[in-house]
C-alpha cells in the first residue's frame, strides 16, 4: 500500500514483471525476496514501535495489516498497472467482496453486467441485496443500456472485459467517461485481460481488481486477490481488509512474485496461441461457434482493438451434438486439465456448468445466453501446434462418434497421454 515510484516506474512492462517490488528491501542481500513467516514485528524503542504503528514511520507491525513479502507483491502488481496504490487479499473473491462492501452502504446502488465472474454475480444476486443495497445488472454488452442505469444514479459501476465463458468485450473507456460525469466510481476485474494487455487506470476506471490465482500467479498453485487505485480508496479497503482480516498469505505472496516474473512472457505465448487455435477452431465443421475478441467475427473486435495490446489467452466455442459432446470430446484432450481454474501455464478447459458459472443453476445460465455445449479453453504455454494437433484429434474422435449416431459411452482419457508418461 505504498507510494513510491522506483527505478522501475518508467521502465518497460517485461522489465517491470521483473524487477518491480523486488528492491525495496536490502534483505539481507538476498537477490530473491523472503517469505516472511513472521506474524508480528518487534521493536526495542517504543518510540520506534509507537512511530510505525501510527503510519509515520515504514515498518510493520502485524501481518493482518501489513507483511514485507505482501508488500513486495503489492508493489509489483501496483507498477504494472500503474496505480498510485495496491493492496492484497486472500483470494480475488476476498479482492472484489472487500471493495464493495467498503464502497457500499444500505440504500445504495451499483450497476454492473450480467456476465460477470460467477462468484461476483453470487454477491450481487445473494449478498448485496441483503444489505438494502440495489444491483442492476445490465445486458453485458449493451453499452447504452449500461449508460442509462448509470445515468439513473448509482454509486459504483462494476465491470468485466473480457468476460467469462462467452468472452464479451465491454467498452471501458465510453462507460467510464458516462460514468465519471455523475461521480460514479468505476470498477474493473483485469483479471482476464492482465495488464500486459489492457490498462484500465488508463481506460477510466478508478479501481482495477484482479484474481492473483490466475495469470498473475500464472501456475495455479496459489490463491490471491488485489486492487489498484488512488490512495485514498485504497486506503479505505485496505483498512477494511485489515479489520475483516482477508489478509494474503506471505507464501501464496513468494509464489505468486515469482510466478510474475514470466507474466509478460506468457501472456505475449498465450495470445498467439489462443488466436491461431480460434481461427483453427472457426474453420471446424464441428464447431458451431468461436467466442475470441481477435477474430474478426467477434461482435465487439473493433473495441477489444482499440482497449487492448493483445487478445488474451482465454477463448471459448460451443460442439455440435449438445452436452453429450462435450463429455465425448474434452476427455480426449491430452494437453488440458479438466478443472475450474484459468490462466495457468497448462492448459485448461472445461463447460462453464463446472467452471466459472459453477455457482449457479441451469436456468441461471440459460439466462445469460451460455450455451449448452460450450467449452472454455484457457489456452497454456505449451508449443502452439501440439495444442492444435490434440484439438483435432479430440474433434476427430468426436467426430467418429456422431457419426456412430451419437454412442457416447466411452469417455476415457486419450490413451496417448498415458504412453507419453511411460
Ligand atoms: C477466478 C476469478 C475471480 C475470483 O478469484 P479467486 O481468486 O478464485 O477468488 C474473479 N474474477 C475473475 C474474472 C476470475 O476469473
Redesign the pocket.
Known amino acids: 500500500m505504498e507510494k513510491t515510484t522506483g527505478r522501475d516506474g518508467r521502465a518497460r512492462v517485461g522489465t517491470q514483471v521483473v524487477w518491480a517490488g523486488e528492491d525495496k528491501d536490502n534483505w539481507q542481500s538476498a537477490t530473491q525476496v523472503p517469505v516472511v513467516h513472521s506474524v508480528a514485528f518487534g521493536y526495542r524503542s517504543i518510540d520506534e514501535w509507537l512511530n510505525i504503528a501510527r503510519g509515520e514511520a515504514p515498518g510493520h507491525i502485524y501481518s493482518r495489516n501489513t507483511n514485507p513479502t505482501v508488500v513486495a507483491f503489492e508493489e509489483k502488481v501496483r507498477c504494472l498497472e500503474g496505480a498510485e496504490a495496491a493492496t492484497s487479499f486472500s483470494?480475488?473473491?476476498?479482492?472484489?467482496s472487500n471493495t464493495l462492501f467498503t464502497l457500499l452502504s444500505p440504500g445504495d446502488r451499483i450497476v454492473s453486467v450480467k456476465d460477470?465472474?460467477?462468484?461476483?454475480n453470487k454477491l450481487f444476486l445473494e449478498f448485496l441485496p441483503r444489505f438494502q443495497i440495489e444491483v442492476t445488472m445490465c445486458e453485458t454488452a449493451n453499452h447504452q443500456a449500461i449508460e442509462s442505469a448509470v445515468v439513473r444514479g448509482c454509486k459504483v459501476l462494476y465491470l468485466?472485459s473480457p468476460?467469462?465463458p462467452t468472452i464479451k468485450i465491454i467498452d471501458l473507456a465510453r462507460l467510464a467517461s458516462v460514468a465519471h460525469r455523475h461521480n460514479v466510481l468505476v470498477i474493473v476485474?483485469n483479471?482476464?485481460a492482465t495488464p500486459i494487455n489492457q490498462s484500465p487506470h488508463e481506460l477510466g476506471a478508478d479501481l482495477v481488481?484482479?484474481?492473483?490465482?490466475?495469470f498473475l500467479g500464472g501456475h495455479a498453485d496459489a490463491?490471491?486477490?488485489v486492487i489498484c487505485g488512488p490512495m485514498h480508496l485504497v486506503k479505505q479497503v485496505h483498512h477494511f481488509r485489515e479489520i475483516t482480516g482477508a489478509c494474503l498469505d506471505p507464501s501464496a505472496a513468494y509464489l505468486l512474485l515469482r510466478g510474475m516474473k514470466t507474466l509478460n512472457l506468457r501472456v505475449r505465448q498465450q495470445n498467439q496461441s489462443a488466436l491461431k487455435i480460434a481461427h483453427f477452431l472457426e474453420a471446424h465443421p464441428l464447431v458451431t461457434k468461436v467466442f475470441y475478441p481477435g477474430l474478426e467475427s467477434h461482435e465487439n473486435h473493433d473495441i477489444a482493438c482499440r482497449q487492448m495490446r493483445g487478445f488474451g489467452g482465454v477463448l471459448s466455442f460451443s460442439l455440435k451434438g449438445g452436452f453429450d459432446s462435450v463429455k465425448a470430446f474434452l476427455p480426449r484432450l491430452r494437453y488440458a486439465h479438466l478443472a475450474a481454474?484459468?490462466?495457468a501455464v497448462e492448459t485448461v478447459a472445461g463447460p462453464p456448468a463446472t467452471t466459472?458459472h459453477v455457482e449457479c443453476t441451469p436456468k441461471e445460465r440459460e439466462a445469460s445466453g451460455i450455451p449448452e455445449a460450450l467449452i472454455r479453453y484457457s489456452v497454456g504455454i505449451e508449443d502452439t501446434e501440439d495444442l492444435i494437433d490434440d484439438l483435432s484429434q479430440g474433434l476427430e474422435h468426436l467426430s467418429g462418434q456422431l457419426a456412430e449416431g451419437g454412442s457416447f459411452g466411452d469417455a476415457c482419457r486419450g490413451s496417448g497421454f498415458n504412453s507419453l508418461l511411460e
Open positions: 483470494s480475488g473473491m476476498a479482492a472484489i460477470t465472474y460467477g462468484g461476483t468485466e468476460t467469462n476485474d483479471t482476464f481488481v484482479h484474481s492473483a490465482t490466475k490463491l490471491g486477490g481454474n484459468l490462466g466459472s
